[in-house]
């Protein structure tokens, strides 16, 4: 029987329409979940180099008291059977296959994880958060600390969310020449934020430029003279370009002794060579850095960034509107969600594991771009479609928000295990547009485990009713278990043709997998 007789004769009981508020999990049932045996969440893989610090927290939901362990850890690391943190160096390249377990007062869990240690590293694309979105000139050294103290706090580390990212206006002067630039009055101990961040057991990012001065007018990795001293940059370039010397190198060793683990690379255009020198930088600190790039990068040399970088800007700044509105009050021009999430289709042959397209930060929850913060302008389904697109597009999921204050919708979108392992899915394809059913887009993705998530996105502001009947044209007729991942709920098997209802904005992911054919 298809999924479509099934619909239509069992609708509501089975639930085969897209996600209202009405019929969504609400967070207070996420949080009530959580007080349950343990789960293991997160990707089933890890990249490292040989001799670079290693650090890795297993993300486990469950009722706390919870205990960790791992059979077959390779020499070199240890882990705290309390934090679930894994630490210390691997010294021979190698794939280590490792079983992680969890346990608390209600059960255990285990997963099978490999750490495959070589050149290559980012091999699922990173989660965390970036400042900029909330606080963007006003961040601060204070302000960043208690964002990964809330990481940990309000249980987003126990889903794999892990970096905690500065971005603009950090950077403060050079002592000299051949000096490493450090950080302002903000930031008055970058090593000891690294160490407590570290301790939490999240992860430190950073920013910078090969400008001689950032988009904010703070200092860049390139300078005007051999001193690196900073001045006021220019009134026509406003300091936007590419001085004389370069204090690449030195920068990348500092931020390796600090501690940092990503950094953010911001200039327009982007090109090869300053590209190519910053990674060859980072290569050489001693420390792996995930190498993001920024911003809107030339697809035309997709292949040259997969080749430098982790992670690269598909677009420039987006802003928390679902269509796109011309400038207000002054503001810069910033892209809807809409308009950058459904326009990544030329970027897919370019995502794979150790480098990632990247579509910009999240805008859930509390943004504003600045000391003043204000709710997300995305409607509540619109904010489903946006996490669902991002996982779909394997793109790295950095939060925007306050994280101190996230709001009922942003903790729920946030905290989806099922949906985040699409993001995270080892195999690492960037999902595609495969049909279009009146406003109705459709996106497919392989999965490692051979299973195929699939995603009805609506694009109509007003409730949408559709029938997909071309699963043998995309590959996937015959008999499959599904699964309705916003939902955690297991739907009637489908043959050839699915049936749904979409709210306006909204979005149906689903979880497709081969079942043996009838005799």
């Known amino acids: 029987m298809s999924l479509l007789r099934l619909c239509l004769s069992l609708t509501p009981i089975l639930a085969c329409t897209g996600l209202s508020a009405e019929t969504a999990s609400a967070p207070a049932a996420v949080r009530e979940a959580a007080a349950s045996a343990p789960r293991i969440n997160g990707p089933t893989v890890f990249g490292v180099r040989p001799g670079s610090p290693f650090l890795y927290s297993i993300p486990a939901t469950g ?19 309390a934090t679930g943190h894994i630490t210390g160096k691997i010294a021979k390249a190698g794939e280590y296959p490792v079983t992680l377990r969890v346990k608390n007062a209600l059960g255990e869990a285990e997963k099978k994880f490999t750490i495959k240690c070589g050149e290559q590293i980012c091999l699922t694309p990173p989660m965390g958060w ?6 963007a000139e006003s961040v601060s050294q ?15 580390a126990q889903h794999g969310w892990t970096y905690i990212n500065i971005d603009d206006t950090w950077q403060g002067e050079r002592s000299g020449p051949g000096t490493p630039l450090q950080s302002n009055e903000k930031f008055p101990d970058m090593k000891q934020l690294c160490d407590e961040i570290h301790a939490l057991g999240l992860k430190t990012g950073i920013y910078s430029t090969p400008w001689v001065s950032s988009y904010a007018g703070f200092n860049g990795s390139y300078a005007m003279d051999e001193s690196g001293a900073w001045t006021k940059p220019d009134p026509v370039y406003k300091g936007y370009h590419h001085g004389p010397v370069s204090f690449a190198k030195v920068d990348a060793k500092q931020w390796a002794q600090w501690g940092i683990d990503y950094l953010k690379y911001d200039w327009f255009p982007n090109d090869v060579p300053h590209a190519a020198e910053m990674a060859a930088a980072l290569r050489e600190s001693g420390r792996d850095i995930v190498y993001s790039l920024s911003n809107s990068a030339d697809p035309a040399l997709g292949a ?7 992670c690269w ?3 420039s700044d987006i802003g928390d509107t679902w269509q796109n509105e011309p400038p207000k009050n002054g503001n810069s021009w910033r892209w809807s969600v809409s308009e950058i999430g459904f326009s990544q289709d030329r970027w897919a042959p370019f995502a794979g594991p150790g480098h990632w397209n990247d579509p910009d930060m999240l805008v859930v929850g509390r943004v504003g771009w600045g000391p003043a913060l204000h709710p997300t302008r995305l409607s509540r389904e619109e904010q489903f479609s946006h996490i669902t697109l991002w996982c779909m597009l394997s793109a790295p999921l950095l939060i925007g928000c306050d994280l101190e204050n996230l709001d009922e919708t942003a903790y729920e979108v946030l905290t989806n295990d099922e949906v985040l392992a699409i993001d995270q899915d080892a195999l690492g394809q960037q999902a595609v547009r495969v049909a279009t059913v009146g406003a109705i887009d459709v996106y497919l993705k392989p999965l490692e485990d051979g299973s195929h998530a699939l995603a ?10 559709f029938l997909f009947n071309k699963l043998p044209s995309i590959g996937l007729g015959g008999p499959h278990g599904v699964r309705d991942l916003w939902k955690h709920a297991d739907l009637p098997d489908c043959d050839n043709e699915i049936v749904g209802t979409v709210p306006g904005h909204g979005v149906w992911l689903l979880k497709l997998t081969k079942l043996p054919q009838s005799k």
Do not use: I
Not at 63 to 81: C, F, I, K
């Open 63 to 81: 009722t706390r008291p919870v205990t960790y362990a791992a059979d077959a850890l390779p020499e070199g690391l240890v882990l705290d059977p």
């Open 142 to 156: 204070d302000k960043v600390l208690r964002s990964a103290r809330a990481m940990v706090a309000s249980g987003l």
């Open 313 to 315: 800007r598909t677009t």
């Open 130 to 135: 970036n400042s900029w979105n909330c606080w």
């Open 304 to 310: 040259e960034w997969a080749k430098l970088a982790n």
């Open 456 to 465: 009805f996105f609506n694009r109509s502001p007003v409730e949408e009713s």
